[in-house]
């Protein structure tokens, strides 16, 4: 019996990075029982440093778009897990996704708050994404012992 697969939808802020990230890292893991989405509470711009540490690692995310939450909305979209990953400062605006199934928070600073030399903001930006792909593969570990409808932090 062929079931559906898990789906996660991770959001923050611009759908910029740490989303975008998050979905890339998910759809990579070659699992077929798990697919990933992301989307901001407003489209942000594709940060292309964010880009660039991601093929560092042989990940191309250079054609993809930034979504809205009000997109999958409007799509239809439907999820069993929605994780947020704002980080703390902005949580209050760290988008909510109606109707999505368990609520997990995973709170990572954002690579657009970095400042300096571009090898210090790569630095910083290759810290998050690594924070990011670990918190993936744990998850993705426990992922078939989860229980839906829970909430869970990360962080």
Avoid at 8 to 26: D, G, K, P, T, Y
Avoid at 57 to 73: C, E, H, P, Y
Avoid at 90 to 111: I, K, N, T, Y
Avoid at 126 to 153: F, N, Q, S, Y
Wanted: aromatic share 6%; hydrophobic share 40%; proline share 5%.
């Amino acid at each position: 019996m062929d079931q559906k697969p898990t789906t996660v939808l991770f959001v923050c802020i611009h759908n910029s990075a740490r989303s975008q990230m998050a979905e890339a890292f998910v759809n990579a893991a070659g699992r077929a029982d798990v697919t990933a989405e992301s989307a901001g509470l407003e489209a942000g711009r594709l940060n292309p440093l964010v880009v660039e540490s991601m093929k560092e690692i042989g990940i191309d995310i250079s054609g993809n778009r930034t979504k809205t939450v009000a997109d999958m909305l409007a799509r239809g979209g439907k999820y069993d897990y929605v994780v947020t990953v704002c980080d703390g400062a902005s949580a209050e605006r760290c988008p909510v996704f109606p109707g999505g199934g368990s609520q997990l928070h995973w709170d990572f600073p954002d690579p657009s708050a970095l400042h300096g030399e571009k090898s210090e903001v790569m630095a910083g930006i290759r810290a998050v994404r690594d924070r990011i792909r670990t918190a993936v593969e744990e998850w993705l570990g426990r992922l078939p012992h989860a229980a839906k409808g829970t909430t869970e932090r990360h962080g």
